[in-house]
């Protein structure tokens, strides 16, 4: 193509570079790059747009009422990270004074965040200027927790000590004890085999805080939803590592105020793909 140009002149070549400007730069979509890893060492991996049915099937055990099935589409791809935020790429960002007395090394994820910390956190990721940063959609959360599957966890229709950090059984205990975590917190990220998409803990260890306001699933079909504009709760996914298997579901929904602090919920975020 560029010998071609040359062949023409150089003043269309150079009128032609001058009116494409930005659209020259390699596009990571149309690269190849389905992973990224930003300055501050979070990892981000291509979410690709698609189709899924949303929400539990009337007979997968402890769903809910409020997990009607309905198809999403999502129109286009994501980027988002592979593991929850860790303390030490939250302390690198937000510095130590907010967590001084917190425990741990740098890959245990991140807890007791609100979500307008999460807010915060965000907004100091935007000004690196390497992308636009948020949190998931609800949609984009269970699209990504479910790679394809449309079983109740990713992996089948029951829950499991060796693939999820969660807890309420002896099992679990033996579990955690032969892969030398800690009973009363969460694993470090990447302490268990990822998702088909590559992605890390969508089942147990933290809750997630999502992007949306709480609100009832629409009776249609939706394209690219982001729930109510208002609320007083904000949605969580993904169960953690107190209580049971069960709000691990991929399906699953809780909710929490914004402001609230919980030691079992943390986040992952989404880097918007070009």
């Given at each position: 193509?560029?010998?071609?140009?040359?062949?023409?002149?150089?003043?269309?070549?150079?009128?032609?570079?001058?009116?494409?400007?930005?659209?020259?730069?390699?596009?990571?979509?149309?690269?190849?790059?389905?992973?990224?890893?930003?300055?501050?060492?979070?990892?981000?991996?291509?979410?690709?747009?698609?189709?899924?049915?949303?929400?539990?099937?009337?007979?997968?055990?402890?769903?809910?009422?409020?997990?009607?099935?309905?198809?999403?589409?999502?129109?286009?791809?994501?980027?988002?990270?592979?593991?929850?935020?860790?303390?030490?790429?939250?302390?690198?960002?937000?510095?130590?004074?907010?967590?001084?007395?917190?425990?741990?090394?740098?890959?245990?994820?991140?807890?007791?965040?609100?979500?307008?910390?999460?807010?915060?956190?965000?907004?100091?990721?935007?000004?690196?200027?390497?992308?636009?940063?948020?949190?998931?959609?609800?949609?984009?959360?269970?699209?990504?927790?479910?790679?394809?599957?449309?079983?109740?966890?990713?992996?089948?229709?029951?829950?499991?000590?060796?693939?999820?950090?969660?807890?309420?059984?002896?099992?679990?205990?033996?579990?955690?004890?032969?892969?030398?975590?800690?009973?009363?917190?969460?694993?470090?990220?990447?302490?268990?085999?990822?998702?088909?998409?590559?992605?890390?803990?969508?089942?147990?260890?933290?809750?997630?805080?999502?992007?949306?306001?709480?609100?009832?699933?629409?009776?249609?079909?939706?394209?690219?939803?982001?729930?109510?504009?208002?609320?007083?709760?904000?949605?969580?996914r993904g169960g953690s590592w107190f209580k049971y298997?069960?709000?691990?579901?991929?399906?699953?929904?809780?909710?929490?105020?914004?402001?609230?602090?919980?030691?079992?919920?943390?986040?992952?975020?989404v880097r918007e793909a070009p």
């Open positions: 193509m560029i010998f071609i140009l040359k062949k023409i002149g150089k003043v269309f070549f150079f009128g032609l570079i001058f009116l494409l400007g930005d659209s020259l730069t390699p596009n990571p979509i149309l690269s190849g790059e389905k992973r990224l890893i930003n300055s501050v060492g979070m990892e981000f991996i291509l979410i690709p747009a698609g189709t899924f049915i949303m929400g539990s099937p009337l007979d997968e055990p402890d769903r809910d009422k409020n997990e009607p099935q309905h198809q999403v589409i999502l129109s286009r791809p994501f980027y988002l990270q592979v593991t929850e935020v860790t303390l030490g790429q939250w302390q690198e960002l937000m510095g130590k004074r907010f967590f001084e007395r917190r425990k741990g090394k740098g890959d245990i994820p991140v807890s007791r965040v609100s979500w307008f910390d999460c807010s915060d956190l965000i907004s100091k990721l935007n000004k690196l200027n390497e992308g636009n940063y948020r949190l998931p959609t609800e949609a984009e959360w269970e699209y990504a927790c479910r790679a394809g599957s449309t079983t109740a966890y990713t992996w089948g229709p029951m829950i499991d000590c060796n693939k999820a950090r969660y807890g309420g059984s002896k099992e679990c205990e033996e579990t955690l004890k032969s892969k030398g975590f800690s009973p009363n917190g969460p694993a470090p990220v990447k302490g268990y085999q990822p998702n088909a998409w590559g992605l890390y803990d969508m089942h147990g260890n933290l809750w997630e805080w999502c992007q949306d306001w709480l609100g009832n699933y629409p009776s249609h079909v939706a394209t690219d939803p982001k729930g109510p504009d208002s609320g007083t709760n904000k949605v969580r298997g069960y709000y691990c579901r991929s399906a699953n929904r809780t909710y929490a105020h914004p402001a609230s602090r919980l030691q079992t919920t943390g986040l992952r975020v």
